[in-house]
C-alpha cells in the first residue's frame, strides 16, 4: 500500500463516519430524540481518529513489524475500549443503567470505524505479499 492508497483509506473512514454521523442524527431527530446528547459527537470524533490513526500507524509500522501487524491491530481496539472507560462510561452509567440511547450513541460509531478501519487493515495487510 503506498501513501496514495493509505489516504484514500483515511478518507474513507472519514466519509463514511460523516454519512454514518448525518444519518444517525436525522434518524434520532426523525424518532423526536435529542440528536446531540449522550457524547454522540465526541464518540464519532474519538472512534474516527483513533481509527484513522490505527490505520496509519500500521502503515507506518508495516516493514519494522511486519510480523507483528495483527498484534498491532488488536493494540488497537485495546486502546479504543480504555477510551471508552475513560470518556463515555462514567457519564453513561452515571445512573447505574446504559440506556439505548447511550449504547447507540457510542456503538454506532464505534462500528462504522472499526468496519472502515477492519477494511483498510486487511488491505495493508494483503499488499505485503
Request: proline letters at 3%; hydrophobic letters at 55%.
Amino acid at each position: 500500500m503506498n501513501k496514495k492508497r493509505l489516504f484514500i483509506y483515511l478518507l474513507i473512514i472519514a466519509i463514511t463516519s460523516l454519512i454514518a454521523f448525518f444519518i444517525h442524527t436525522v434518524v434520532l431527530k426523525q424518532m423526536d430524540l435529542p440528536p446531540y446528547e449522550h457524547k454522540i459527537v465526541l464518540a464519532y470524533i474519538v472512534n474516527t481518529c483513533l481509527a484513522m490513526g490505527i490505520l496509519f500507524c500500521l502503515y507506518f509500522f508495516k516493514e519494522k513489524f511486519r510480523d507483528q501487524l495483527g498484534f498491532l491491530f488488536m493494540l488497537g481496539s485495546f486502546l479504543k475500549f480504555i477510551f471508552f472507560f475513560i470518556l463515555f462510561y462514567p457519564a453513561y452509567h452515571a445512573d447505574n443503567e446504559v440506556s439505548t440511547l447511550e449504547f447507540t450513541s457510542f456503538f454506532i460509531p464505534y462500528a462504522t470505524s472499526l468496519i472502515t478501519e477492519t477494511f483498510g487493515g486487511v488491505r495493508l495487510l494483503n499488499s505485503l505479499d
